[in-house]
């Protein structure tokens, strides 16, 4: 299985501040990489697919970049309604495996 | 606009079983595959299982396979989850998602408690 590390674990940042969240696979996950937000108490919601395409109404302070093992979300400016928890997912191959998640804070 | 609700949530004891639903309105269900997540309390998130358009070709991860089953009712827009042999950490709140490769849309999620 492919393994899926992100981080940090905990983040805390300034309104408008550019935040840089990482997730890392434990092998080449040919960009099939998405990125998920779940704010407290609310089901998960896609932000990104394919590493670096933006999902319909997403923000566009929101991007993403990466290939191979390495991969990362970048929110250029970060808002209070930012406040969340974010996953990383690779679709490469079954099964298909979250990271843990980085939860993001304002300062 | 695309809308999933499930049911069928609840307590049961270890070694029982249970029957999830999700009624999918909003889109063309037969289109797309659909899959389930879970999550336990607190803790990340899991996939649980996908099917295909039609049913035929169905995915599961180690920890469920065996013991869960995915199946849908395109005539009715449903997608159903049949969980037997429940363990205590199967305790989770259960997402149905339309799988358009990605999981573009959830639904709120219907909680799932093993416990004796």
């Known amino acids: 299985d492919i393994q899926m590390t992100q981080s940090p674990s905990f983040l805390s940042a300034s309104v408008g501040e550019r935040v840089t969240l990482s997730c890392r696979a434990s092998q080449n996950i040919n960009k099939y990489l998405d990125w998920y937000q779940q704010k407290l108490g609310e089901a998960p919601k896609l932000l990104i697919y394919?590493?670096?395409n933006l999902h319909t109404g997403i923000p566009s302070r929101f991007s993403g970049s990466g290939s191979g093992t390495d991969y990362t979300l970048t929110i250029s400016s970060l808002q209070p309604e930012d406040v969340a928890t974010y996953f990383c997912l690779q679709r490469n191959s079954w099964p298909l495996t979250f990271g843990s998640g980085t939860k993001l804070e304002i300062k | 606009e695309v809308q999933l609700v499930e049911s069928g949530g609840g307590l049961v004891q270890p070694g029982r079983s249970l029957k999830l639903s999700c009624a999918a309105s909003g889109f063309t269900f037969s289109n797309y595959y659909m899959a389930w997540v879970r999550q336990a309390p607190k803790k990340g998130l899991e996939w649980v299982a996908t099917i295909s358009t039609s049913g035929s070709r169905t995915y599961y991860p180690d920890s469920v396979k065996g013991r869960f089953t995915i199946s849908r009712d395109n005539a009715k827009s449903s997608l159903y989850l049949q969980m037997n042999s429940l363990k205590s950490e199967d305790t989770a709140t259960y997402y149905c998602a339309r799988q358009e490769s990605s999981f573009d849309y959830w639904g709120q999620g219907v909680m799932v408690t093993v416990s004796s």
């Open positions: 394919n590493t670096n």
